[in-house]
């Protein structure tokens, strides 16, 4: 198949959904409405941490239109969560100001809210604690009583080699202490739910989850605590306005849908407001991190060791769970041979974290990448050639056994020096600089739960044209078309006889999630082989119906045909039709579930956790102004090693999107919460960067075709942000000579730093 | 949101008449600050007072003096050549105000009545010494916009007084001025700081001194200021370098910022030391030297 002229993979192909977009024709959360449906609204906690004396929900019950009100205490006790610590609605006490402390159904949304403001409760603040490392302390107020500490029980640690050795026997040894800051997700498509049962109480929740089969067990799981047995849960997804990992998990405001919904036996949606988006939906967690590096004499790595403390908040989701993946680039990121690595989940009362886009990893990597400049003048090398020297190779098996097939790191590295005129631009010290950083991500799924699956189911009728069903969601990203366009490649039919089914679990086969940049690799995947089993049935029966031996016969641009003999063919339709309509008649149908043969972690942190892994460099030139620290960014190249685009433009659109949140995360964005308050949930002083603020950014697709990925594809969905916050911080200190080491680099900082140097320097004269 | 009556009054008149007879009135231009204020239920208001249909509190006029009417949107002055040529510093101002979709619907009215201490409008038109048309039931009255910002959000207005608008005068041939934003962001931003600058020089050439000069700073302040000593030590002296460097030191201790989360006050003082001079030095090229 690789060896053919392909179509339509590798080319320009419009997102299929766009038109429905850009005519408000798409159908979001926000836009469905279905018979006698009421409204849900949740009170929220007013202290960060605080004992529930008392809640009066009289003067709420009696608003006319309210339905429904539910507190903690009266609904069954259940805990959500990896770590089940977090009831929907809080009973005896709330933990942040993210708490949900009770909720009303009523008839509009206007009175919801008014109902809201009539609930009355009575609280006895508590002191609270909102530094990790202060939660850490003896003595400090604990989140959870019965847990006995604020360090939760999760085992991160990593240890290949010998580091205490390697520490020992290096020439060059460098150690800092990097932080990073709270984040979201910023979706434009706010979080929202309807959740309707049946006579038979059967559930169907309309949803925008990224997770829709694992959201089907939670909720299964859930109505079963509630006594409901053995129900039937429907999962259908709107169209979603942006994921990021924002809706990798269930929510309390999901079970509160549910809960309302049963009491009213009515639908209930509830739709959060874009201050309830930016408040009461988990964000990218802050990392305090310790790291040192040694290289030898050559300029070798030796070693890498990593402490992190990670503010969990003060439930637990998959933000808890980041350290998994984090490992990646500590230990696989250039060929290093000894690693260590520890990281502490802190519970505080701030609101709980969430995985978001890269999973951890830019948190990693910017300490990474930030040491590895230093290391790099440590040993008196050129941070290119330093990186070079280190850049990981294909055939490498790293220390924590990752096997690398595909990689095409050198060449990105290689590609972003040529790009940036590095060696001419580097070193100036003039107030312009050039900085670049790297990347590892899974690139061929990640198996992080008990299956990396996806299904997929492909029928074709009577007229050639195709509905794919794929347990896998679309979230914005463009999966849709991807998967169309393998389908149509594989079966020789144009993109618009794909018609792709991806947000009903009713009809769509089991996928893990979009998460891990693993759709293109493992729905596309999956839907590539069950195109395949489609086509070789349709190639058979055809080729008794032309006497041509099935070896010689392919399909294109709508025809079976054979390519040694002209006359042999058929249109698909004809043939899909005298399939159908003869005695013992035959509709095709084809399935694949696909597992890639990756492994989960063993005990010790250790497995090959993706098939493939993805690679990439960005580089950066900035110019600062020393007087007033602030940072324009005059060129910006991303590379990348993505196996192989099968949609360019869809491709560049995803490095374009996480350059630009990895410019925000770098320069602008940050969660200021003070004492547990978030001071500034709202899109004027939560700065995402504008369209304006946005530098041209130059990609560089370097194609190296892994072996088993779909047409050789390999993941970029998150790839694009990771390597960001480093390169852009490196470029400043080669600009201005100061390294900004918390995040975001602000122009208060810069100037701080700036000031602190010129004072040093006149202490030295 | 609470729910409110619209009124949409075709003259000035009519509109003075609806905001003395009805309870909890307010006026509304663009909208852009007051349904915000209402959203965030900062405002309690029953009655909102559209200006929008009325033709008198619209356009620039330019003549012994420049006439900008309060209903006046900052697209339409962004567009104008005159504004461009002799009042930079206006154009400065609302070149990166909010967005283009806001710039089109908020008007230089609302952004002055509003009276928010990063109000973009407000340091170009102190420094162009603009004065302020107030019209109330029993007759009009005249301003000084130095005169006009009491503090955050309050002004000299009656309730039932409204602004027709602003005038400015002519300029002498060596006249120039400018406007700095600093901000984080390139758009739908407010500035961390504001600075304008007006300066007219004693001829034209090479080595003159400063006749007149007007600096303005926002956001140092509860209301947008003139720096008066920094302006009383640019008059009659050349603007070097160190002059200039000298004047962003007085302005600095001119200024009271205070810690937010939007910048901090040792950066705010920072900030002024540095864009008093480069706005001075903005203004000078375009006087043409
Ligand atoms: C997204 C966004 C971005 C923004 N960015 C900026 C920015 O960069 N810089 C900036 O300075 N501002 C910014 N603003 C604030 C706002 O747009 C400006 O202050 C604008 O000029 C207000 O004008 P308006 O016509 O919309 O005022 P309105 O909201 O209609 O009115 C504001 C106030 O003035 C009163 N008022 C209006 N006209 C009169 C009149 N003629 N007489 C008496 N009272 C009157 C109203 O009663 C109200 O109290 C932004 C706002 C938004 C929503």
Known sequence: MNGDVLSLVGKNIPKKDAPLKVTGQAQYIQDIKLPGMLWGKILYSRYPHGRILNIDTKRAERLPGVKAVLTGSTIPDIKIGFMKDNPPLKKGKVCSMRDEVAAVAATSPEVAQEAIELIDVEYEELPGVFDPVEAMKEGAPLIHEELKSNVLKLPWKLICGDVDRAKAESAYIVEDTYKTQWVTHCCLGTSGCIASFDVNNNLTMYSNTQIPSLAQRDYIDALNAFGLKNKRVRVVQSVIGGGFGSKLDTYPYEYIAILLALKTRRPVKILFTREEEFFATSPRQCTLTKISQGCDREGRLTFREMEMILDNGAYTSWGATTPSVMMMPISSLYKVPNVRYTAKCVYTNNNYSQAMRGYGNPQATFAIESSMDQLAEAAGMDPYEFRMKNANEPGEVTPQRFKITSCGMKECIEAVAEKLNWKEKRGRHNGRGVGMASLIHVGGGARVYKSDGCGTIIKIDDYGKVDVFTGSTDIGQGSDTVIAQIVAEVLGISIEDVNVINNDTDVCPWDVGVHASRTTFVAGNSALYAAEKIKAEILTIVSHMLGEDVAFLDIKNGVVYSKRDKEKSMPLGKALRSIHYATGGKMLMAECFYDPANENFDREFKGNLSVSYAYGAHGVEVEVDRKTGKVKIL??????????????????????GGGVMGLGYALGEEMVYINGVLKNGNFLDYKIPTAKDVPPIETIIVETVDKDGPFGAKGI??????????????????????????????PEKILKALKEKGAEKLDEA | ?????????????????????????????????????????????????????????????????????????????????????????????????????????ATIGGNICNAAPSADTACPLLVLDAKVLIAGINGERWVDLDGFFLGPNKTVLDKHELVKGFSLPLFPKNTGSSYIKHTRRAAMDLPILGIAARITMDDGKEGATCREARIAMGVVAPRPIRAYETERFLVGKPLTEDVMEEAGNIAAREATPRDSIRGQAWYRKEMVKVLVGRAIKNAMERMGL
Do not use: C
Not at chain 1, 717 to 725: D, N
Not at chain 2, 19 to 43: E, P, Y
Not at chain 2, 51 to 63: A, M, Q, S, T
């Open chain 2, 1 to 105: 949101m609470r729910r409110f009556e619209y009124h949409k009054p075709e003259t000035i008149k009519e509109a003075l008449g609806l905001v003395t007879s009805l309870n909890n009135a307010r006026f509304i231009a663009g909208g852009t600050d007051i349904l915000v204020a209402l959203r965030q239920k900062k405002a309690e208001i029953d009655n909102l007072i559209s200006l929008r249909n009325i033709g008198e509190l619209k356009g620039i006029e330019y003549g012994d003096g420049l006439w900008i009417g309060s209903g006046t949107t900052h697209t339409e002055i962004l567009k104008s050549r005159v504004i461009l040529e002799h009042y930079t510093a206006l154009n400065d101002g609302v070149k990166n105000l909010g967005s283009r979709q806001i710039r089109n619907v």
């Open chain 1, 717 to 746: 969905g998150e790839p694009g942000l990771v390597p960001t916050a480093p390169a852009i911080s490196n470029a400043i200190y080669d600009a201005v000579g100061v390294r900004i080491k918390d995040l975001p680099i602000t």
């Open chain 1, 635 to 656: 060129n910006y190249v991303a590379a990348h090693d993505v196996g192989r685009a099968i949609n360019p433009m869809l491709l560049e659109g995803q490095i374009f």
